[in-house]
């Protein structure tokens, strides 16, 4: 299993330029989230889905749209990006069937926005 | 709103010797878990140990043991035998049952520094 993949590791925008993060899972995980690590901030979460065709926002989802058509896929959008969400981004999935509260974390992408 | 605190930004410790990082949390529920993740320089977030709120006796793994307060809201990390692959960011966080399954909420992080 290749677990919990996100592409592309590394990516710079100019400010207003458009983009999606990729994510995917091959463990048929029905919990998917969209984190956001910033310095001194640890993690937050940006967008979270419990299935295909459920979504919900979290704790900082301006200016990031998500979509969930498969249960392995998970991408997040960025419609017009901003130096704010310079950051690194991390993907994770966890199931309620597996060991209570696990995630499995992917290894990231970090973003510069200009 | 769930809040998870680490109080100590920054922590030192002599190979082989122990070391406990800190973490407070609020909560109103009663269904929940708290894990401690390592981020090494890698950035990979890996699961170093975790515990049910509804299980009284403390989480171990190996070297890595938690002191679970729950009644003072702590959830401190104890690491013995620091070895110099132990250097890396410590996050504490929570996440609820129900509704709340699934999404983490994460303490500010400590950074852990191993002398040899």
């Known amino acids: 299993n290749a677990g919990v993949t996100q592409t592309p590791k590394f990516q710079v925008l100019k400010t207003g330029q458009s983009m999606t993060l990729q994510c995917a899972q091959d463990m048929n995980h029905e919990y998917m989230s969209w984190y956001r690590q910033d310095p001194g901030m640890g993690l937050r979460l940006i967008h979270y889905?419990?299935?295909?065709?459920?979504?919900d926002q979290g704790e900082v989802p301006n200016g990031y749209n998500v979509s969930r058509s498969t249960t392995e896929d998970f991408p997040l959008r960025l419609l017009s990006a901003a130096p704010s969400q310079t950051s690194v981004y991390f993907c994770a999935s966890s199931s309620p069937s597996g060991r209570a509260g696990e995630q499995f974390f992917g290894p990231g992408t970090r973003l510069t926005v200009l | 709103a769930q809040t998870v605190t680490q109080s100590q930004p920054e922590m030192s410790v002599q190979e082989a010797e122990t070391v406990t990082l800190s973490c407070t949390y609020d909560t109103s529920e009663s269904d929940y878990y708290l894990f401690w993740y390592k981020q090494p320089p890698s950035r990979q977030m890996i699961l170093v140990i975790r515990q049910e709120a509804y299980k009284q006796q403390n989480a171990t793994e190996n070297r890595f043991s938690v002191n679970f307060q729950k009644a003072a809201k702590s959830f401190s990390l104890k690491i013995s035998d620091s070895q110099l692959g132990d250097a890396a960011m410590y996050f504490c966080a929570y996440t609820g049952g129900g509704t709340s399954y699934g999404k983490l909420t994460f303490g500010q992080g400590t950074i852990l520094t191993v002398h040899p």
């Open positions: 889905s419990v299935g295909a065709g459920i979504t």
